[in-house]
């Protein structure tokens, strides 16, 4: 396997910010997936962006005391995924959404993280589908200029309750979007039924991946009742020339049933399928 294998901070938030770091590290991740998630994180992006540098500046620091590499910044403005969304139809909020991503760019590049995720949006039900997807990919547009800029690759996660949340519209935002890439998660497509074979197709456009058990209506569950075939799944990466990072991403939380697992032993036992296939 080419990827390189990380794990989430935010994985174990019943820590102390440090403490998940250096636990990530014990478990011998090369790489942490650093969630700025605005009321449910450690790193909350209303503080962190009070001063942007500074932050970044610490979050270097820590991860460089522990000997992990920065994989992905995964920006979230709010607990719930619509009041912020990029597509938003009122311009203020759509406004702030930018505001924040600039500084999620400018968090990324100053403590040496190459790859930003977000949501890719929402359907509003007042408006067409049309006219919600027609703004995100605006928006996105706007998004991808911005980070190249940066020498930041931008990527989104399709989600249930997003947007996008199929394979094939997921597919069709991608296509509208040129730059446009996806931190990919099969577990969002598992959990509604879909087949793996439905999602591969997807496997070519994704800069930064996400791993953890799921079966149909369960996002997350433990490696032994997982019906994804990661085999397999890393096989395509492979075959698709996939360099990026392979973040373990068990959750702990009160939604869709993510605090049934327990995420140590999980995200042990995941560490050890992957390197496996070294």
């Given at each position: 396997?080419?990827?390189?294998?990380?794990?989430?901070?935010?994985?174990?938030?019943?820590?102390?910010?440090?403490d998940?770091l250096?636990?990530?590290?014990m478990?011998?991740?090369?790489?942490?997936?650093?969630?700025?998630?605005?009321?449910?994180?450690?790193?909350?992006?209303?503080r962190?962006?009070?001063?942007?540098?500074?932050?970044?500046?610490?979050?270097?620091?820590?991860?460089?005391?522990?000997?992990?590499?920065?994989?992905?910044?995964?920006?979230?403005?709010?607990?719930?995924?619509?009041?912020?969304?990029?597509?938003?139809?009122?311009?203020?909020?759509?406004?702030?959404?930018?505001?924040?991503?600039?500084?999620a760019?400018?968090y990324?590049?100053?403590?040496?993280c190459?790859?930003?995720?977000?949501?890719?949006?929402?359907?509003?039900?007042?408006?067409?589908?049309?006219?919600?997807?027609?703004?995100?990919?605006?928006?996105?547009?706007w998004?991808?200029?911005?980070a190249?800029?940066?020498?930041?690759?931008?990527?989104?996660?399709?989600?249930?309750?997003?947007?996008?949340?199929?394979?094939?519209?997921?597919?069709?935002?991608?296509?509208?979007?040129?730059?446009?890439?996806?931190?990919?998660?099969?577990?969002?497509?598992?959990?509604?039924?879909?087949?793996?074979?439905?999602?591969?197709?997807?496997?070519?456009?994704?800069?930064?991946?996400?791993?953890?058990?799921?079966?149909?209506?369960?996002?997350?569950?433990?490696?032994?009742?997982?019906?994804?075939?990661?085999?397999?799944?890393?096989?395509?990466?492979?075959?698709?020339?996939?360099?990026?990072?392979?973040?373990?991403?068990?959750?702990?939380?009160?939604?869709e049933?993510c605090?049934?697992?327990?995420?140590v032993?999980?995200?042990?036992?995941?560490?050890?399928?992957?390197?496996?296939?070294?």
């Amino acid at each position: 396997m080419n990827a390189k294998l990380a794990c989430s901070d935010f994985t174990f938030p019943l820590l102390s910010h440090e403490d998940a770091l250096k636990l990530v590290s014990m478990l011998g991740f090369d790489g942490v997936d650093i969630g700025l998630f605005e009321e449910r994180s450690h790193l909350w992006p209303s503080r962190e962006f009070e001063d942007v540098r500074r932050s970044a500046r610490e979050l270097k620091k820590k991860l460089n005391d522990v000997e992990l590499e920065p994989a992905d910044v995964f920006l979230q403005m709010a607990m719930d995924f619509v009041p912020y969304a990029i597509n938003h139809p009122e311009r203020s909020p759509r406004q702030k959404a930018r505001d924040w991503y600039l500084k999620a760019l400018e968090y990324a590049a100053e403590c040496g993280c190459a790859h930003v995720t977000t949501l890719p949006g929402v359907h509003y039900p007042d408006e067409t589908r049309a006219d919600s997807f027609g703004r995100a990919v605006d928006e996105l547009n706007w998004r991808v200029a911005r980070a190249g800029e940066c020498g930041i690759v931008f990527g989104v996660e399709a989600h249930v309750g997003s947007l996008v949340p199929r394979p094939k519209s997921t597919e069709r935002l991608v296509q509208a979007v040129p730059g446009l890439t996806l931190t990919l998660d099969y577990t969002h497509f598992t959990k509604i039924g879909l087949p793996d074979s439905d999602v591969e197709p997807l496997v070519k456009y994704a800069s930064h991946f996400h791993a953890r058990g799921a079966r149909r209506g369960r996002l997350q569950t433990s490696f032994d009742r997982n019906v994804i075939d990661y085999r397999r799944v890393v096989e395509l990466m492979g075959a698709s020339g996939y360099r990026g990072w392979l973040g373990v991403e068990y959750i702990w939380i009160d939604w869709e049933h993510c605090n049934e697992c327990d995420t140590v032993s999980e995200t042990v036992r995941f560490r050890d399928f992957f390197r496996s296939m070294k």
